[in-house]
């Protein structure tokens, strides 16, 4: 508001983030109707800076899932190419990795063979009891921030499921197409050895 009504006066007013100019003397009519312009404009660019936000995070989202898939194509092009239960556990601990989980791994055989790292092949008692109390209670098995995935052949102890519950969702169809390609690797494998057998 000014009693000034000049070119300079309204660039100043501009200048300092004014969104609009009112000379004195002005009717109270005057003043609401400039009042409920300036309104609608700030909901607008509220509005705008929301859809712009939201669309940023799908973006963001989707990107992140591109890559997601991305990595589980290759996982799975160098599953069928994988030679030994060695590589296996090499390639299986390189996405727990790549996906920030920790995990510990379990293919069942004669005996049970268990993983704790792509180095080291220990685990802790409770650890293996904990294998053999839940790799019967179906695919997904979450307990704490614990979650089990199990399959006939293979099973693994993901050990950091995230808090989020998106994140979460996103890491259990992960694991889920994970403990697949294990699994049919595995049968893979087991033949193969059955051949070299005979």
Request: some cysteine; hydrophobic content about 40%; overall charge negative.
């Amino acid at each position: 508001v000014s009693g000034v009504d000049t070119l300079e006066q309204r660039l100043l007013a501009y200048d300092v983030g004014g969104h609009d100019f009112i000379t004195k003397p002005f009717s109270e009519e005057e003043l609401l109707k400039k009042i409920d312009n300036i309104a609608q404009l700030v909901s607008e660019k509220a509005s705008l800076i929301e859809s712009e936000n939201q669309s940023k995070s799908l973006v963001m989202t989707t990107m992140k899932q591109a890559s997601q898939y991305s990595y589980i194509m290759g996982f799975f092009k160098n599953l069928q190419h994988c030679p030994s239960y060695d590589e296996l556990t090499r390639l299986f601990f390189g996405a727990m990795e790549h996906f920030n989980l920790h995990a510990s791994l379990m293919i069942a055989g004669d005996p049970d063979r268990f993983f704790s790292s792509p180095t080291n092949f220990e685990i802790t008692p409770i650890e293996k009891s904990i294998y053999e109390t839940i790799h019967e209670m179906g695919r997904l098995y979450e307990f704490g921030q614990r979650m089990m995935v199990n399959d006939k052949h293979v099973s693994f102890l993901v050990k950091n499921m995230p808090k989020n519950e998106e994140d979460a969702g996103e890491i259990r169809d992960v694991v889920a197409v994970i403990i697949e390609g294990l699994e049919t690797k595995l049968i893979d494998l087991i033949r193969q050895e059955g051949l070299q057998e005979i």
